[in-house]
C-alpha cells in the first residue's frame, strides 16, 4: 500500500507543491515508506546524558493508527523516549543515542537521514501550548509555507483543512487573523495540534497535551486523538490513567529507564503482568 494515498490531502499538497519548488526535498520526503504494521520500531534503545543512563535497553513498537500511552513516573524517561522518535534529542549538548529507532522503515538515526523530512512526517505536541506569536492562520501555514508553498488559495485550504481536522475551524473561521496568543488554553493546544497536521505527519508525538487543561479542554483533545488515528498514529505520554485507559489501544509501563511492560491498554489495566507496573496503576506506588 502506498501510504501517500492514506494522507491528508493538505499533505499530498504540500508535497505537490514543494515539488515544483524544491525537487529534492520532495525526494527525500519519499524516502518514508510507511506500509509495515508497525509505524515506529525501537530497537536495544539506550540514551545517555553525559553519563547518566536515561533510558536501557528499550524495545518496543508502535502500531500503525493506533494510540500508544507511555506512563510512569515522573523522571522514568518519557519524555526522553518520546523526544528521541524525531530526535529532538539532538538539540540537547552531551546526548548520545545507542540503538535503532525505525520510522517509515528507516534507521532514524543513520547518518544523512534529513531532518525536516523527519520532522514532517513525525509532528510533536507539547505540555504546555506554545502558539507562535503571529495570526492563527499563520501558525498553521507556517510549516506548509517553510516546504515551499506560497500559494495564497492553496494556503487557505490547508488552514481551511488542518483547522477541520482538529475540530476547531467553526471556532476560528472568523478569528483567522486575530493572534493566537488571544485563544484560551484548551484552544491554544488544539491549534498546535492542527499547526502539527497541516504538514500532514504520519505521527503525533504528544507529551502530556492535556495536563494544563481542564476537564471540558482535555475531553475535546481526547476525542479528537479518537478522529485522528484514522489517519495519524498517535503516541502519546500521559500521568492520567484514566486517559491511558479511555484512549490508548496499546500501553507501555516505564520505570527508571526501562521499559517494564507494554501491551494491550486493556490487558495492562486489568491484568499486568508485572507487580511494578500494577502498584503504579493502581496509585500504591511510591
Ligand atoms: N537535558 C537533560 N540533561 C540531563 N539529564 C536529563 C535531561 N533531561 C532529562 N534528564 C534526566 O533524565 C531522566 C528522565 O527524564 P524525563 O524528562 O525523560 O522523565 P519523564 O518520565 O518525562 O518525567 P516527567 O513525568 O516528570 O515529565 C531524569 O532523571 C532527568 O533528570
Ligand atoms: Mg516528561
Not at 488515528?229 to 502519546?236: E, L, W
Not at 489501544?249 to 520505570?255: G, S, V
Not at 507494554?262 to 496503576?281: K, W
Amino acid at each position: 500500500m502506498n501510504i501517500f494515498k492514506k494522507r491528508a490531502p493538505a499533505a499530498e499538497q504540500a508535497a505537490e507543491e514543494g515539488s515544483k519548488t524544491n525537487e529534492k526535498k520532495h525526494a527525500t520526503l519519499d524516502i518514508f515508506d510507511f506500509s509495515g504494521e508497525n509505524a515506529i520500531t525501537v530497537k536495544d534503545v539506550d540514551l545517555y546524558y553525559g553519563e547518566f543512563q536515561a533510558l536501557k535497553n528499550i524495545n518496543m513498537a508502535m502500531p500503525k493508527y493506533q494510540i500508544t500511552a507511555m506512563i510512569g513516573p515522573s523522571g522514568c524517561g518519557k519524555s526522553t523516549l518520546i523526544k528521541t522518535l524525531n530526535r529532538m534529542n539532538d538539540l540537547v549538548e552531551g546526548c548520545r543515542v545507542e540503538g535503532e529507532i525505525t520510522i517509515g522503515g528507516l534507521n532514524i538515526y543513520d547518518k544523512g537521514v534529513d531532518l525536516s523530512a523527519l520532522r514532517k512526517n513525525v509532528g510533536m505536541v507539547f505540555q504546555k501550548p506554545n502558539p507562535f506569536p503571529m495570526s492563527v492562520y499563520d501558525n498553521i501555514a507556517y510549516g506548509p509555507r517553510t516546504f515551499g508553498i506560497k500559494k495564497k488559495s492553496t494556503l487557505d485550504e490547508i488552514v481551511e483543512r488542518s483547522l477541520k481536522q482538529a475540530a476547531m475551524w467553526d471556532e476560528l473561521k472568523d478569528r483567522l487573523n486575530k493572534s493566537a496568543l488571544g485563544l484560551s488554553g484548551g484552544q491554544q493546544q488544539r491549534l498546535c495540534i492542527a499547526r502539527a497536521l497541516a504538514v500532514g505527519p504520519q505521527i503525533l508525538l504528544m507529551d502530556e497535551p492535556t495536563s494544563a487543561l481542564d476537564p471540558i479542554s482535555t475531553g475535546k483533545i481526547e476525542e479528537l486523538c479518537e478522529e485522528l488515528k484514522k489517519d495519524v498514529t498517535i503516541v502519546m505520554v500521559t500521568h492520567n490513567m484514566q486517559q491511558a485507559a479511555r484512549i490508548s489501544d496499546k500501553t507501555a509501563f516505564f520505570l527508571l529507564g526501562e521499559m517494564i511492560e507494554m501491551g494491550d491498554t486493556e490487558q495492562i489495566f486489568s491484568a499486568p503482568t508485572h507487580p511494578e507496573t500494577e502498584r503504579y496503576i493502581t496509585g500504591r506506588f511510591g
